[in-house]
């Protein structure tokens, strides 16, 4: 029940430094704990609403967290990695954020010759 979604909150952990257990990242999103412990143990399955919340408190995509909770389809042309490379973004500070897009036009740039 829900385990890509599982292994991809663990994965989250390993990587983040502002949210590294389930308990943190329910208690950003204002959710029971029992929220990720009823589906780790495979009771019930973490329902649309509380995947929404939980990919607003770990800034990233809503469609993401729906697609990995197994509550909607991948929409055609979908790709994880953009949700990663915003995720990754919104964590950047905002005083940095104008020097990665730079970097990122130089490589799209550089492709295209």
């Known amino acids: 029940m829900q385990e890509k979604l599982l292994r991809w909150l663990d994965k989250q952990y390993e990587m983040r430094a502002d949210i590294k257990s389930d308990r943190q990242l329910l208690i950003k999103a204002g959710l029971s704990h029992s929220v990720i412990s009823k589906a780790r143990i495979g009771t019930q399955a973490i329902g649309p609403s ?3 919340k939980m990919a607003d408190a770990l800034n ?37 954020r104008d020097e990665v897009f730079a970097l990122l036009q130089a490589k799209v740039n550089r492709d295209k010759r």
């Open 60 to 96: 990233v995509s809503q469609v993401s967290m729906l697609v990995m909770g197994e509550h909607i389809d991948e929409p055609d042309g979908w790709d994880e990695s953009g949700d990663r490379l915003l995720s990754l973004f919104a964590r950047i500070p905002e005083n940095e």
């Open 50 to 52: 509380a995947c929404i």
